[in-house]
C-alpha cells in the first residue's frame, strides 16, 4: 500500500515540481535509483517506480523508453546471475523466460515508434496514467 500511495502521489508531485522549476537533480535520482533497486528486488510490478524516476529527471519521449529497456536488459542479466548461482535456473525457467523475451522485445520498437509519431505531452500523459495505474493495482494488491 505504501509503494502503490506513493506511486499516485508522485504524480501530482511532479507536475508540481515542474511548475515550480525544480527538477531531480543526479543526487535524488542515485537516491531514487537506490530505492527502486531495493524494492524490484522484492516486488513484481516495480517498472513504473522507474518511469516514474525518469520522468522526474526530465527524461520524456524515446529517451524513457530506451533507457527503461536498457535497464530492464541489466536487471534481467543480474537476476539471471544470481538465479544462476543460486542453482535454479532450469530447462523450463530458460525457456519460458526465452519466449517472453521474444514477446517482449518488439513491444519497445513499436513503442519507440508510436512515440516518435505523437506530442511529448501527450506521451507524458500516458506514463502518469501508467504510474497512477500502477499504484491503484499495488491498493487492489495489498487489500485482498
Given at each position: 500500500m505504501v509503494i502503490g500511495t506513493m506511486l499516485i502521489a508522485s504524480v501530482p508531485l511532479r507536475r508540481l515540481l515542474k511548475r515550480h522549476d525544480i527538477q531531480v537533480g543526479n543526487k535524488g535520482l542515485a537516491a531514487g535509483a537506490v530505492g527502486w533497486g531495493l524494492i524490484v528486488g522484492g516486488t513484481s510490478g516495480s517498472g513504473v517506480i522507474l518511469l516514474s524516476l525518469l520522468l522526474a529527471a526530465g527524461m520524456h519521449g524515446t529517451a524513457v523508453i530506451a533507457t527503461d529497456a536498457f535497464i530492464s536488459i541489466l536487471m534481467g542479466a543480474a537476476k539471471i546471475?544470481?538465479?544462476?548461482?543460486?542453482?535454479?535456473?532450469?530447462?523450463?525457467?530458460?525457456?519460458?523466460?526465452?519466449?517472453?523475451?521474444?514477446?517482449?522485445?518488439?513491444?519497445?520498437f513499436v513503442a519507440k515508434l508510436l512515440v516518435q509519431r505523437m506530442p511529448v505531452h501527450l506521451h507524458v500523459a500516458m506514463l502518469d496514467a501508467v504510474v497512477i495505474l500502477g499504484g491503484v493495482v499495488m491498493w487492489a494488491g495489498a487489500l485482498r
Amino acid at each position: 500500500m505504501v509503494i502503490g500511495t506513493m506511486l499516485i502521489a508522485s504524480v501530482p508531485l511532479r507536475r508540481l515540481l515542474k511548475r515550480h522549476d525544480i527538477q531531480v537533480g543526479n543526487k535524488g535520482l542515485a537516491a531514487g535509483a537506490v530505492g527502486w533497486g531495493l524494492i524490484v528486488g522484492g516486488t513484481s510490478g516495480s517498472g513504473v517506480i522507474l518511469l516514474s524516476l525518469l520522468l522526474a529527471a526530465g527524461m520524456h519521449g524515446t529517451a524513457v523508453i530506451a533507457t527503461d529497456a536498457f535497464i530492464s536488459i541489466l536487471m534481467g542479466a543480474a537476476k539471471i546471475a544470481v538465479f544462476g548461482v543460486a542453482g535454479v535456473i532450469t530447462t523450463q525457467v530458460v525457456a519460458i523466460a526465452l519466449m517472453i523475451g521474444a514477446i517482449t522485445l518488439p513491444g519497445a520498437f513499436v513503442a519507440k515508434l508510436l512515440v516518435q509519431r505523437m506530442p511529448v505531452h501527450l506521451h507524458v500523459a500516458m506514463l502518469d496514467a501508467v504510474v497512477i495505474l500502477g499504484g491503484v493495482v499495488m491498493w487492489a494488491g495489498a487489500l485482498r
